[in-house]
């Protein structure tokens, strides 16, 4: 992997602002957000009667539902920055059937090796407790540890995290996975923190943007639904749906809620609308993982595919 930041990498960083045209993805991640959302509902009202076991089971449901949803969106905008054709969602789906597994067998392996090291630092914590050699050992242990602990935060925040994916996005096996991503955190540790860094500025800008337009919109529609037409449903019940407020939600917070058509047409109308807000956010962040990684490449990951 190269060790210098280039234009040609922020540039490929940058360019993940134009993942949203990406059609095929959008409607990937968009079902997968409202499918699993669905499922946490039943979840939510499974728990509210006492239902432990098909609350659970539909919580389960909605997290993979969730985990598949962003691997096939993942593997649709690892083809657009690639700059190859998009495949087709079905087809998507079921490379993503095989890649999920592999995600989380790199994934545990990582999670494994960390937990070896911390096994490794609460080890020699505990001889601490030992005389003689306690006080001068705590003192190597506190620099130590801090710096450990802190680079694992990192790397799992930085490179385990967004490049686990993408690695496997582009056709990588588990174990070659982990490899990349642990000669990377050796080798070009600062290089990738940069690059992802510029990545959360812009899906930061990006979600300004849309929660602007989606508070300002929402309170526009609000000002002409209730004041200037005279709809019989509250301004909060309107605001609440679009930022995924449920009448249940309402009710616990002692906000007004009108349980008429009109009232559930609001709320089912501003969950549209705050299903696509979370989105577009969310595209932009998978285009720049994958944008990062492929920068942070000796070359584009052209000769392994699914």
């Known amino acids: 992997m190269p060790q210098k930041l280039s234009l040609h ?15 095929r993805a959008f409607y990937a991640l968009l079902s997968a957000f409202c499918l699993a959302g669905l499922m946490l509902a039943s979840a939510e009202s499974a728990l509210a ?32 920055a690639r700059g190859r054709p998009v495949r087709d969602v079905v087809d998507a789906f079921h490379d993503a059937l095989r890649v999920a597994p592999k995600v989380l067998l790199c994934l545990a392996m990582l999670l494994a090796l960390m ?11 505990w001889a601490v407790k030992l005389p003689w050699v306690g006080a001068p050992l705590f003192a190597l242990l506190v620099p130590l540890g801090v710096v450990l602990l802190g680079v694992m935060a990192f790397s799992g925040a930085v490179i385990i995290g967004p490049l686990t994916g993408p690695s496997m996005w582009s056709g990588r096996s588990a174990l070659a996975t982990a490899r990349l991503l642990l000669n990377q955190l050796r080798h070009g540790a600062l290089e990738a923190g940069a690059l992802m860094m510029a990545v959360l500025l812009t899906t930061g800008l990006v979600s300004a943007a849309i929660s602007f337009v989606v508070i300002s919109g929402g309170r526009a529609m609000a000002f002409l639904m209730v004041w200037l037409i005279g709809i019989d449903v509250p301004a909060q019940q309107l605001m609440a749906g679009l930022f ?50 492929l920068a942070l490449q000796d070359a584009p990951a052209d000769d392994a595919d699914l």
């Open 9 to 23: 990498a922020l540039n490929r960083v940058l360019a993940s602002i134009d993942a949203p045209r990406n059609g």
């Open 49 to 80: 009667k006492s239902d432990t076991t098909w609350g659970v089971i539909w919580a389960g449901l909605g997290l993979v539902a969730a985990f598949l949803g962003v691997n096939t969106t993942g593997l649709l905008l690892m083809d657009q």
């Open 115 to 125: 937990a070896l090291t911390l096994g490794a630092l609460l080890a020699l914590l």
């Open 244 to 293: 995924g407020y449920g009448l249940r939600s309402l009710g616990a917070t002692g906000a007004p809620v009108a349980a008429t058509p009109l009232g559930m047409a609001a709320l089912v109308g501003g969950g549209v609308v705050f299903a696509i807000a979370l989105v577009l956010p969310t595209l932009v962040y998978l285009r720049g993982c994958c944008a990062v990684f």
